[in-house]
């Protein structure tokens, strides 16, 4: 399985810079060279034109490119490439215009808000909710009418009207950074106000300040050209952007070239705000979530390697064939994620059998892979998992192979599920009464009114007072006990044979868990479905199973009945899940624990996979693949220690005694 | 539900008040300089004072303002400094166009939005890929410019559609379409590669969630996981976007209809700015507000009727 553990780390101080890490991203790169290139080209238009950029030329009017004029001559005869450099000045000039005004205003704002909270940052939202509602084109259009048609006016409002989503953004960022804890020490080290907003928050802030200047950018170019076009800021025959483009359209019919160069160069330079906007966020989002150096990878990769090895073609000793008689007969069951070099195995060679109307434990660690083996039964393997060899017989049928329509045909009648979460099994926007009416009639051709009566007879099943009302209400409404009864009522819509249970009751409290082992027991009894109930609860072993599957690092290390299970554990792998379970512990001594984790799938040891974390380790444990032994009927292990791990549990009690 | 909007209708009040305020400020306290501009540079002394006078100029803002929405209220928003026509009526006019290109275009958003966001989640790889792209240049490039392009495109070299020019929906549904068609898509790629986006990271997050494998596990079928639990569960972030879209088209015909020659409250807006009209710019400011103020009402609630938290709470 995947080790997705920990939160992404943040890291306060930074050793690379920002603009490192966005220039080594290829359009991050791009699009900084290609702004440098046409905000210097603007500024040294008098050095790199090539022509006067208002002298008329009536002898070469609408020409195409050529050695004498670059990009061709205008309806006037005047070089379109000398216009558009000059155009350039008064385009950039009035981004940057737009850009510092709204910057000013909405950085302060925006991290004050965010940092202070508070009445301050309720005004703050309240204006911009309502500065957000004003129709900033219009008023700038207002602005063009009363002051004389100066772009600059226009800008500068702009910017003021743009400031509030940007100072919106800022805020949220700021309101996140404050949360973080290396904040909370640096408030209680005694650093002023003003020294955490520079020390701490505007540096993991500046990513996202130049994220919203680079799309405000966008905007700005877009809107001062689109006045430009208009025919709004300077008049011919001064060159804007805007206006070459509302000269090449007018003549679009007759003379289509200079659209090309003139609205290319708008397109261009917006895209190239665009694409640096993106290359800072996907850079500033590495930063935030890229760990410390070299902490993990490099761990104990020949493990990989041995484990292919390993599982290639020697048989396991003890692999029996199917059962007849059992409802699930899980054999040798391997399944990978991943493909080619990036393959891991998450199970090996897994096999047990359920019979009807039993109940079978599946006990181990998160990592174990019990999880990933129920899924694998339903045939719901997460994306990118898949069965590499083994069997699932059902029933008396393979299922392992089976096409997704031959499995949703199965799942539902046949086998069921219900989880861990109750309270996100069920889709938070619709009524319960109608997501359990949904799944009858997945199962059976009937109405809708006769799937909603069938609903309420599951209701009562699972013993919910009230169906009626119960029906009626969204998930987000109930308890989570209610919610897993819930479950169960849609599991049994279909009248399974098999239940799988992933871990039902682990987040529900004691007496809720309780009633639900209560609840699933009479149920079984009833309807006499058999139980496949992962979990990594001796106690609910104990209580609601008739075989326990004890799985350790992908591998079923040990299964046997129940009494066996705790009378007399083989594994030591066992034996020290039960010494460190809290239910039936000795007061007053501290609970034993199994000193460190459960190798990730990909770095299993050669050998046997508990070997590195088990006292009775000893060189031939390390040496090869450890096979299941059957130490007498319905009993197996996978150890060879057997002796020594007896003789220590003896001794233990012992001691405890 | 219900409490909840008459939380909102309240608040749309002081919004609008807020806004016509913000405007009317912008468009009065400048010194002077409207009389001016409308007489122009040669004007007399003596006919810009008696403009002046005539306008109202000469009181205090806040007079002028409350002259102003006390006949806004009785649905007044005072004559043309250019036609003197009312300008509820030349709104009026306008109107149909402008409400055809933004309910269209807000339809394409919705519609093309919400189903490449579904696509791009469930076959990521190349369509995703389209759609980045496709959202970056429809994100990026100014609408206007998109429109020439169009025009350019679809118009001029290839003549398939109308480049510029309306057709009343009364001389029938095709041609009032087809005429539209060029604009609308100049409107709506911006807000439809939005759409388009959040739609497929919501999409993608909804078939991650556990209700998803447990309803897989308990046999229903994939289209009704997808059209039933997936849709609603991506379409309720998608419903704020979606809001956005609306309003960046609706101010977005200032533009375009420039562009395609379509005699609406944009092409309008930047007439009478040319004109120095400001009581009809002013009647479109407004107009746009409340217009915009409806559009984020009816977000949320659409809202409240896909997320029941927020209905039941």
């Not at chain 1, 810079?17 to 080594?24: A, I």
């Not at chain 1, 005869?77 to 008064?90: K, P, V």
């Not at chain 1, 509030?164 to 909370?184: C, H, K, Q, T």
């Amino acid at each position: 399985m995947t080790s997705r553990q920990g939160s992404p780390r943040v890291i306060a101080s930074n050793r690379r810079s920002l603009f490192v890490d966005v220039l080594r991203k290829p359009m991050g790169a791009v699009s900084i060279a290609y702004l440098l290139v046409v905000i210097t080209m603007s500024l040294m238009a008098p050095v790199l034109a090539t022509h006067n950029p208002l002298t008329q030329n009536l002898d070469s009017v609408r020409l195409t490119p050529s050695a004498e004029y670059w990009l061709g001559t205008d309806a006037l005869g005047r070089d379109i490439y000398s216009r558009l450099l000059y155009g350039g000045q008064e385009s950039l000039l009035g981004v940057a215009q737009a850009l510092i005004v709204a910057l000013v205003l909405a950085v302060p704002i925006g991290i004050a808000a965010g940092y202070f909270g508070g009445w301050f940052d309720w005004l703050v939202m309240r204006s911009i909710d309502i500065s957000l509602a004003i129709p900033g084109i219009i008023v700038t259009l207002a602005v063009l009418a009363i002051f004389q048609n100066s772009m600059f006016a226009a800008m500068v409002v702009y910017g003021v009207l743009v400031s509030a989503s940007a100072a919106r953004v800022i805020r949220s960022v700021v309101l996140g950074v404050r949360e973080e804890l290396y904040m909370d020490s640096a408030r209680t080290t005694g650093l002023a106000n003003a020294q955490i907003l520079v020390r701490h928050v505007l540096p993991r802030t500046l990513g996202v300040i130049i994220v919203q200047a680079a799309m405000l950018g966008a905007i700005a170019l877009g809107v001062q050209t689109g006045l430009a076009f208009l025919g709004f800021g300077p008049q011919p025959p001064a060159p804007t952007w805007g206006g070459m483009v509302g000269e090449a359209s007018s003549m679009l019919q007759y003379f289509s070239w200079m659209i090309v160069p003139t609205s290319g160069i708008i397109v261009l330079t917006t895209l190239a705000f665009g694409l640096l906007g993106d290359a800072v966020r996907d850079a500033n989002a590495e930063r935030i979530e890229r760990p410390v150096r070299g902490a993990r990878r490099s761990a104990i990769r020949p493990a990989a390697d041995a484990m292919t090895t390993a599982a290639d073609d020697v048989p396991d000793e003890t692999v029996l064939p199917a059962d007849e008689t059992a409802l699930l007969s899980v054999r040798d069951l391997t399944v990978a994620f991943g493909a080619g070099e990036n393959e891991v195995v998450v199970l090996d060679r897994v096999g047990f059998d359920i019979r009807k109307g039993e109940t079978v434990g599946l006990v181990g660690e998160s990592g174990s892979g019990k999880t990933v083996t129920a899924m694998a039964v339903l045939g719901l393997l997460a994306e990118g998992g898949r069965v590499v060899s083994g069997q699932i017989w059902f029933d008396g049928v393979d299922i392992s192979g089976y096409t997704r329509r031959q499995y949703r045909a199965l799942r539902g009648t046949k086998m069921a599920m219900i989880s861990q979460e109750p309270m996100v099994a069920l889709d938070p926007t619709f009524r319960i009464g109608f997501q359990i009416a949904e799944v009858v009639r997945a199962q059976h051709k009937v109405s809708w009114r006769a799937a909603r009566r069938r609903a309420l007879e599951l209701l009562e099943a699972v013993r919910l007072p009230n169906p009626q009302e119960v029906a009626k209400l969204y998930p987000h409404q109930v308890s989570g006990g209610m919610a897993q009864r819930i479950a169960i009522a849609i599991a049994l819509a279909g009248r399974p044979q098999l239940l799988v249970a992933d871990e039902p009751t682990t987040a529900l409290d004691v007496t809720v868990q309780a009633e639900i082992l209560d609840l699933l027991r009479a149920l079984q009894n009833r309807l006499g479905m058999a139980i496949l109930f992962v979990t990594h609860d001796w106690g609910v072993v104990a209580d609601i199973c008739d075989h326990a599957v004890v799985m350790y690092a992908g591998q079923v290390v040990e299964r046997t009945t129940v009494e066996r299970a705790f009378g007399d554990p083989l594994h030591p792998y066992s034996q020290a899940l039960q010494r460190s379970n809290p239910h039936d512990a000795p007061k007053g001594i501290a609970l034993p624990t199994i000193g460190g984790m459960v190798p990730p799938a990909g770095r299993w040891p050669i050998g046997c996979h508990f070997a590195p974390r088990c006292a009775l380790a000893t060189e031939a444990c390390r040496d090869g693949r450890i096979p299941l032994v059957s130490v007498q009927e319905d009993h197996a292990a996978r150890c060879i220690r057997i002796d020594a791990a007896r003789v220590a549990r003896e001794e233990a009690l012992e001691v405890a005694r | 539900m219900i409490p909840m909007l008459v939380r909102r209708l309240v608040l749309v009040i002081p919004m609008i008040i807020v806004v016509s305020v913000i405007m009317f400020v912008l468009a009065s306290l400048v010194p002077g300089d409207q009389a001016r501009a409308i007489l122009g540079e040669t004007a007399t002394p003596e006919s810009i004072a008696a403009l002046r006078e005539q306008l109202g100029l000469n009181l205090p803002w806040y007079q002028q303002y409350l002259n102003w929405a006390l006949s806004a209220v009785r649905g007044d928003l005072g004559a043309s400094i250019y036609s003197g026509e009312p300008v509820v009526s030349i709104l009026a006019g306008r109107f149909p166009v402008t409400a055809s290109l933004a309910l269209l275009s807000t339809l394409v958003i919705a519609a093309a939005g919400i189903s490449l966001g579904l696509l791009s989640a469930l076959r990521g790889g190349a369509v995703g890929r389209v759609l980045d792209a496709v959202s970056l240049f429809g994100l990026a490039v100014p609408s206007f410019a998109i429109a020439i392009l169009l025009v350019s495109l679809f118009a001029v070299t290839v003549r398939i559609f109308p480049a510029t020019g309306y057709t009343p929906i009364e001389n029938g549904v095709g041609p009032w379409v087809w005429a539209l068609v060029l604009p609308v898509i100049a409107l709506s790629l911006g807000g439809t590669t939005l759409v388009a986006k959040q739609m497929r990271d919501s999409a993608k997050e909804a078939l991650n969630k556990d209700f998803v494998r447990f309803l897989r596990a308990n046999g229903v079928g994939e289209t009704s996981i997808l059209v039933r639990h997936v849709l609603k569960n991506a379409a309720i972030p998608s419903i704020t976007i979606l809001g956005i879209g609306a309003v960046a088209a609706l101010t977005g015909t200032v533009f375009i209809e420039n562009v395609f020659v379509l005699p609406g409250l944009g092409s309008l807006a930047t007439q009478v700015t040319l004109n120095h009209d400001l009581p009809v710019l002013l009647g479109i400011g407004v107009l746009f507000t409340l217009i915009a103020v409806v559009i984020s009402l009816v977000v949320d609630v659409l809202y409240g009727v896909l997320n029941p938290k927020v209905r039941t709470a």
